[in-house]
């Protein structure tokens, strides 16, 4: 006969850390990836990516290294937040990810505002929201 294995709440715990941390690290790479393509499209388009800062004097370029830098960053962070929040509850993973799409939405307004043109507003803004819902999708999956 053989011996009977278990499995304890610490090896379930290890294991879904780690099925979490694959999950945001394939979701932040994605949506990554996705901003970087919506702005090169926007960039082939001839669309100038060019913001003015609220307390600014001359309008900057958004180019592609800060683009993937703040997805990434933000990504992140929003993932870890809700890590956080699922190993204390599910409903604090929720209202996590509740928080994390709305403050997606929200954060439309800044490149919407400072927006040199239309359609660098509508794309930086579009960015926004993709990164709000592949956060949506990864943490919504990852909760299962």
């Known amino acids: 006969m053989g011996s009977a294995s278990t499995i304890t709440s610490t090896d379930l715990d290890t294991t879904r850390s780690r ?13 990554a990836a996705a901003n970087a393509a919506v702005w090169a499209a926007g960039r082939a388009a001839d669309v100038s990516f060019l913001v003015t800062p609220l307390f600014g004097k001359a309008a900057t370029q958004v180019g592609i290294v800060p683009v993937v830098l703040t997805t990434l960053i933000a990504f992140t962070v929003g993932m870890g937040l809700f890590a956080l929040a699922a190993r204390r509850s599910d409903r604090w993973a929720r209202t996590v990810l509740a928080a994390g799409v709305l403050f997606a939405v929200v954060s439309t307004g800044g490149p919407l505002s400072t927006a040199e043109d239309t359609a660098t507003g509508v794309l930086l803004a579009a960015m926004h929201l993709l990164t709000g819902a592949v956060f949506a999708i990864t943490a919504s999956r990852a909760r299962r």
Request: aromatic residues 0%; glycine residues 8%.
């Open 19 to 31: 099925s979490l941390r694959r999950a945001a690290a394939i979701g932040a790479v994605a949506v």
